[in-house]
T-cell receptor, first 113, second 106 residues
Framework: DSGVTQTPKHLITATGQRVTLRCSPR?????VYWYQQSLDQGLQFLIQ???????AKGNILERFSAQQFPDLHSELNLSSLELGDSALYFC????????????FGSGTQLSVL | DAKTTQPPSMDCAEGRAANLPCNHS???????VYWYRQIHSQGPQYIIH???NNETNEMASLIITEDRKSSTLILPHATLRDTAVYYC???????FGAGTRLTVKP
């Protein structure tokens, strides 16, 4: 158990809809990272938050947004969903802002039908 | 983009050592190199990390070249359960590349 909690584990929705994925980092960790993994693909870095502030941005679409709340949990919002958004979404956390060991959650499997 | 380069796939016989290379010439001298592995669709699992010196833990050994431009992860006695995708990453923002798909064969 990494200590990182992601909910829900599975999500099935329709094209055009909006969903929210939630991540609770390990106790004491200040950074939260979001990654997207499409079928048989590598992990695509989406965005990182550190202590409530956006720290780094990767290949995140404009239809996607994220935030980190004062209690340090994070949410990834995906809107106007398309079939191609179907993927595994992983959250990871670390204590510091950069170049630190990451602890990954078990992921949210999103299926857009 | 990822700052690391790894071969897309490797095979290894069960019980033999698996040596997985990684080039990371653009990672700064004060940044750690981390190795993770991902089994099926599980969340990536931390294996080991290092800066300059070679490192060893209960899972693996890490050999880092003196110029820090590359490293090798060594699984000393690979088992079937070591079949996974192995990622080497580093730098400020922890971007993953495609990794190496290691297949351990009986």
């Amino acid at each position: 158990d990494s200590g990182v909690t992601q909910t829900p584990k599975h999500l099935i929705t329709a094209t055009g809809q909006r969903v929210t994925l939630r991540c609770s980092p390990r106790s004491g960790d200040l950074s939260v990272y979001w990654y997207q993994q499409s079928l048989d693909q590598g992990l695509q870095f989406l965005i990182q938050y550190y202590n409530g502030e956006e720290r780094a941005k990767g290949n995140i679409l404009e239809r996607f947004s994220a935030q980190q709340f004062p209690d340090l949990h994070s949410e990834l919002n995906l809107s106007s969903l398309e079939l191609g958004d179907s993927a595994l979404y992983f959250c990871a956390s670390s204590y510091g802002a950069s170049n630190e060991k990451l602890f990954f959650g078990s992921g949210t499997q999103l299926s857009v039908l | 983009d990822a700052k690391t380069t790894q071969p897309p796939s490797m095979d290894c016989a069960e019980g033999r050592a698996a040596n997985l290379p990684c080039n990371h010439s653009t990672i700064s001298g004060n940044e750690y190199v981390y190795w993770y592995r991902q089994i099926h669709s599980q969340g990536p699992q931390y294996i080991i990390h290092g800066l300059k010196n070679n490192e060893t833990n209960e899972m693996a050994s890490l050999i880092i070249t003196e110029d820090r431009k590359s490293s090798t992860l060594i699984l000393p006695h690979a088992t079937l359960r070591d079949t996974a995708v192995y990622y080497c990453i580093g730098g400020q923002d922890m971007r993953f590349g495609a990794g190496t798909r290691l297949t351990v064969k009986p």
